[in-house]
Nanobody, 126 residues
Framework: QSQLVESGGGLVQPGGSLKLSCAASRFTLDYYSIAWFRQAPGKEREGVSCISRFGGSTNYADSVKGRFTISRDNDKNTVYLQMNSLKPEDTAVYYC???????????????????WGQGTQVTVSS
């Protein structure tokens, strides 16, 4: 059973917004750097954003910079990804992942992360 649970995906029109959530059930997220990855059909999993542990510096892929915002709510033990001005090319399965180290952005790799959620589908289409 995944220790991280994503929610908030869905179908949205281009230009619309969605807010993804990543909740942890068995550990305190503030002790971990949390990244959002996405994977579209036929493509490799790519890093979208990462928020560092203990202070929460944030990092973004160039393709989402200025449109997506990552944040954490320690009281709710949840990390969010607010996605605005969505484009069809944002369509993918979005995963959150945790590691007990820094983000090492932009060299962040899926293999560096220990815990993963099951993914949530985001579809941007008219």
């Amino acid at each position: 059973q995944s220790q991280l649970v994503e929610s908030g995906g869905g179908l949205v029109q281009p230009g619309g917004s969605l807010k993804l959530s990543c909740a942890a059930s068995r550990f305190t997220l503030d002790y971990y750097s949390i990244a959002w990855f996405r994977q579209a059909p036929g493509k490799e999993r790519e890093g979208v954003s990462c928020i560092s542990r203990f202070g929460g510096s944030t990092n973004y892929a160039d393709s989402v910079k200025g449109r997506f915002t990552i944040s954490r709510d320690n009281d709710k033990n949840t990390v969010y990804l607010q996605m605005n001005s969505l484009k069809p090319e944002d369509t993918a399965v979005y995963y959150c992942a945790a590691r007990a180290a820094g983000c090492t952005w932009p060299r962040t790799r899926p293999a560096d992360f220990d815990s993963w959620g099951q993914g949530t589908q985001v579809t941007v289409s008219s």
